[in-house]
């Protein structure tokens, strides 16, 4: 059963405060405070990832570590009128070789806001704003974000204590604006920006085990009128989604609200795997119906193997959409110009083809 997309959080900078010093003997940790970027830079459409982790595992458990710490940049880049190929990519931060010991990132109150300092990365979280800076893994930054509305709670009773629960996960949409150099090349990144607080203590999270038999998908996207994201774990039927449209916010639950459907795949050479390439959405309420249609123009890729089960493959596709929105009354808007993203992570099997 869906946990009710109802729920809105006003984030406080305490949120950020780490939980290292909270995990017993037989627990474990996982916690990120990551922030993706879809937008421009200079004359390419950009899809940024900035994110640090904090890990800790028990003899036994489902991590093949004692504790860790991960800093992770990547960027993805592509022309506006780009096709999907096999496109050169940066990523850093969870190869076994990148993986840094727990105290790599230090987090502490300072001036109202929680400050993250890594390996040549800062995260600010000072909610509704954050700042992100320094130079990691050749990608260098500097971005104001600004939250557009209240964090979305999906999964997560904001309510309950973490030791309760034993997941907590927010969610933001916002607006980025700042520096961006890489590649030899820099200029201004500008575009929509989506946060993800992400916290597991305690025993039951194994990501082999979850993220089996489609894994869990995200997807976003904006325009001038409207930004939407989708949460879905197909295999299990549960769907989440939140749409703002003409300045209102819609929580979306379940396959009546919210459906997704690969309608394309691409047989990526660099992996030998087949992965989708065109995404069917649809969502549904008071607002009508939205149907959007969505393209990869580019993507990343990595593994988590940290883990004593197997292995996750994470993609990461830099995508542009179209939409067209059914008003309840009748009527019809067509949407174009939609920047969007898509992202993947599920279990690596022996024969695999994502469908």
């Known amino acids: 059963m869906n946990h009710p997309a109802d729920t809105r959080a006003t984030l406080d900078s305490a ?17 990120n405070n990551g922030w993706s970027v879809r ?33 992770q940049s990547m960027l993805v880049t592509a022309d506006p009128d780009g096709r999907l190929g096999d496109n050169d990519f940066l990523s850093r931060g969870w190869s076994a070789g990148d993986l840094l010991p727990s105290s790599a990132w230090r987090v502490e109150p300072r001036d109202g806001a929680v400050v993250w300092s890594g390996p040549g990365r800062t995260i600010v979280s000072a909610p509704p704003a954050w700042h992100i800076s ?54 201004r990144l500008d575009g929509h920006a989506v ?17 089996r038999t489609g894994g869990v998908t995200w997807h976003t996207g904006h325009s001038a009128e409207l930004s939407y994201a989708v949460l879905a774990r197909p295999a299990h039927h549960r769907y989440w989604g939140m749409l703002t449209l003409d ?19 691409w047989p990526d050479p660099r992996t030998g795997t087949t992965v989708p ?8 309420g008071p607002f009508g119906t939205l149907q959007v249609d969505t393209t990869a123009r ?24 179209r ?33």
Do not use: M
């Not at 939980?19 to 627990?27: F, L």
């Not at 997941?167 to 700042?178: I, M, N």
């Not at 209102?248 to 394309?264: K, Y």
């Open 277 to 284: 390439s065109r995404w069917s959405l649809r969502l549904s």
């Open 15 to 31: 949120e950020y405060l780490d939980y290292r010093r909270r995990v017993g003997d037989r627990q474990l940790l996982w916690e």
């Open 247 to 265: 300045g209102h916010s819609f929580d979306l639950s379940g396959a009546d609200q919210v459906r997704t459907e690969v309608t394309a795949t």
């Open 39 to 71: 937008g421009t830079w200079g004359g390419q459409e950009a899809l940024l990832w900035v994110s640090g982790y904090l890990l800790k595992g028990f003899p036994g458990g489902p991590f093949a570590l004692d504790s860790a710490a991960v800093n």
């Open 134 to 187: 320094g130079d990691h893994a050749g990608i260098e930054v500097d971005l104001d974000i600004a939250a557009a509305h209240d964090a979305v709670v999906w999964l997560t009773d904001p309510r309950q204590d973490l030791e309760h629960r034993q997941d907590r996960w927010f969610l933001v949409g916002g607006t980025a604006g700042g520096q961006l150099a890489a590649r030899g090349a820099a200029g």
């Open 323 to 355: 939409g067209t929105l059914h008003r309840p009354a009748g009527g019809t808007r067509t949407l174009t110009g939609l920047r969007s993203e898509a992202h993947l992570n599920r279990t690596v099997d022996d024969e695999w083809r994502i469908r």
């Open 298 to 321: 580019a993507r990343a890729f990595y593994c988590w193997d940290y883990l004593t089960g197997g292995s996750t493959l994470l993609y990461w596709w830099l995508c542009s959409s």
């Open 195 to 211: 946060h993800e607080r992400h916290i597991h203590l305690g025993t039951a999270y194994d990501p082999v085990t979850l993220l």
